[in-house]
């Protein structure tokens, strides 16, 4: 596609709910990010993807995050039993090689919000 | 890991003046430190990036500067115009190392007066 796409833009749930958020990214861009992001901070580093492998998933805060890309395009981000501390804008970006080698190309993004 | 530190958290500058935003890193490996711009409710986007074999880039009215030693870079926009105002976030990594994704600042909020 022309950009990164993530779906859904909103997502509204309530806490203890199970959650998923898709992006696909830039067609030919090996690597794959997702961030965190809360109002009024920075982009907050939770996993990237080279290709189908997580090269690094440092940034996922707990266990209840997971992240797929089973064949190295489309990642799915999967929330367990979603707790209100999870409400943030996720962002997916993705890049022709891996960090540093180019630009990130980051989606709209997907407004997720835990009552 | 990598600590990203930016300032001002908002800043306020006449339409024609310059303005300065200023970030410190903390991981002496980190050679690759983009600057991005986020207007409200869209997705940042790359304005310029500078690595860490040089110590100034230009393009435009957007300069980037970078002190290794001291571990800081700064971005610098000139003749700034309203379309400049947004939120800008700097970041840095270790291109080519550890498989880290980038670490971003707090962002500055950047408002240009008329």
């Known amino acids: 596609g022309a950009g990164v796409s993530q779906t859904p833009s909103n997502k509204v749930t309530e806490k203890g709910k199970y959650v998923e958020l898709r992006c696909d990214p830039i067609?030919?861009?090996?690597?794959l990010y997702w961030y965190r992001q809360s109002l009024g901070q920075g982009p907050e580093f939770l996993i990237y993807?080279?290709?189908?492998?997580?090269?690094?998933d440092s940034g996922l805060p707990n266990d209840r995050f997971f992240a797929v890309r089973p064949e190295g395009s489309v990642s799915t981000l999967k929330i367990q039993r979603t707790e209100r501390g999870d409400s943030a804008v996720y962002l997916c970006?993705?890049?022709?090689?891996?960090?540093?080698?180019?630009?990130?190309?980051f989606g709209e993004g997907s407004r997720l919000t835990v009552l | 890991g990598e600590n990203v530190e930016q300032h001002p958290s908002t800043l306020s500058v006449q339409e024609g003046d310059s303005a300065v935003i200023k970030c410190t890193y903390s991981?002496?490996?980190?050679?690759?430190f983009p600057w991005y711009k986020q207007e409200l409710g869209k997705r940042p986007q790359l304005i310029i990036d500078i690595r860490s074999n040089v110590g100034e880039k230009k393009d435009q009215r957007i300069a980037v500067t970078l002190n290794k030693t001291a571990k800081h870079f700064s971005l610098h926009i000139t003749e700034t115009q309203p379309e400049d105002s947004a939120v800008y976030f700097c970041a840095a990594a270790e291109s080519g190392g550890g498989a880290d994704g980038l670490t971003f600042g707090k962002g500055t909020h950047l408002i240009i007066q008329p």
């Open positions: 991981d002496s490996a980190s050679n690759y």
């Open positions: 993807f080279q290709g189908t492998g997580a090269a690094d």
């Open positions: 067609s030919g861009h090996t690597a």
């Open positions: 970006a993705s890049s022709l090689g891996g960090v540093g080698t180019g630009e990130l190309f």
